[in-house]
Every structure is written in structure tokens, then in C-alpha cells.
């Protein structure tokens, strides 16, 4: 069976049977199935899965967003770490692909830092080395890139020696950074 890469789900609920409405939800996950609304949602091979509740007064409004793997054209999940769109001939990620999964990393990192904690030492070592891999694509910045690196150190070497005041002056200088690059080129 295809599946759309991303699926979305509604449904309109009196505010005062939302409660049950989200319990029958749950059993029915908890189960290996989701049924929402009286439709059965096929949760095979799905790589995320969003619920958001909108109070709307007497009714709320309730979304279910639903990404799914890729499959080929046999329907059968592509494993991650395969040629991809997101890659290059070269085999380097395309400089789009890496900018957008660093995003996801960044804000990680910094609410991390904001809330007083280290980041997770697997995604801020993934962070660190996307940043170099970023600074080797030509004409993305190229005058910015030995500062960059040099605050990527910086960074790193916080981590290393779990030092938080020093990760945060380091993620500031890479914000700072960041900030004045994507004012130029973005």
C-alpha cells in the first residue's frame, strides 16, 4: 500500500468528551493501531507522529500529522543512510539537506543551554561535525568559515570538559556568526 509521505487527520470534538476522545485514542496506540475519528491510520513505518488540540469553546479541534520513511517502489522502507535526494553525486549531502538538519540541531542545542543544561553529547558531537562539513562548501560564506571553525572549537571543547558558561559564550559567537552570514547570503 503507498503512503503519501506526510498524512494529516482532523476531528471536531465537544470540548467536554475530549478527554475520552484522547483516551480511545491512546488505547487504540497502545494496541499497535490507531484509529482517529473512525478512520483506521496505518502506522507502519511512520517516522513521526504530532497531536495538537485546539480549544475552540464548546468544541476542539483535533489534528494528528503523520510523517512516513520513504519506500521504493515496491513499498518497501528505504533504510536511512541510502542515496537519497539529500545527497549529492559526490556522496556529501547537499548543502540545503545539511543547513536544514543543523536548524533542528541548533534549536536542540540552544534550549539546552537555555535551560541550564548541557545538550545531549550525541547531537551536540553531530552538530559539531556537520558545522565543519558545512564550512568545505565553496561559496556558502567562505569568509566566515575560519571563525566559524574556530568558535565550532570553542564549542567543543566546552563539551568535552562539560563546562556550560563556556558552551554558551561559544553557541553565542556561532549565533553571532551565523546571524551575519545568513544576512549576507541567505
Not at 566546552?158 to 563556556?166: H, T
Request: proline share 3%; glycine share 6%.
Amino acid at each position: 500500500m503507498y503512503l503519501a509521505p506526510k498524512q494529516k487527520y482532523e476531528a471536531l470534538v465537544k470540548t467536554t468528551e475530549l478527554g475520552e476522545f484522547l483516551a480511545n485514542v491512546a488505547e487504540t496506540v497502545k494496541a499497535g493501531k490507531l484509529i482517529f475519528n473512525e478512520q483506521d491510520v496505518p502506522l507502519e513505518g511512520f517516522s513521526s507522529l504530532k497531536m495538537s488540540v485546539k480549544n475552540m469553546g464548546e468544541s476542539s479541534l483535533v489534528k494528528i500529522k503523520l510523517k512516513y520513511q520513504k519506500t521504493d517502489d515496491d513499498g518497501v522502507f528505504v533504510q536511512e543512510g541510502g542515496t537519497t535526494e539529500a545527497t549529492s553525486s559526490s556522496g556529501r549531502p547537499k548543502y540545503k539537506s545539511l543547513k536544514k538538519k543543523m536548524k533542528n540541531e541548533w534549536k536542540t542545542i540552544r534550549l539546552s543551554l537555555q535551560n541550564g543544561q548541557l545538550p545531549n553529547p550525541a547531537i551536540a558531537s553531530v552538530f559539531i561535525e556537520e558545522s565543519r562539513l558545512m564550512t568545505t562548501y565553496p561559496g556558502k560564506g567562505d569568509e566566515y568559515y575560519t571563525a566559524f571553525n574556530t568558535a565550532t572549537d570553542a564549542f567543543e571543547k566546552a563539551i568535552n570538559e562539560n563546562d556550560l558558561e563556556a558552551a554558551r559564550i561559544a553557541m553565542s559567537e556561532l549565533g553571532r556568526l551565523k546571524r551575519e552570514c545568513h544576512d549576507r547570503y541567505a
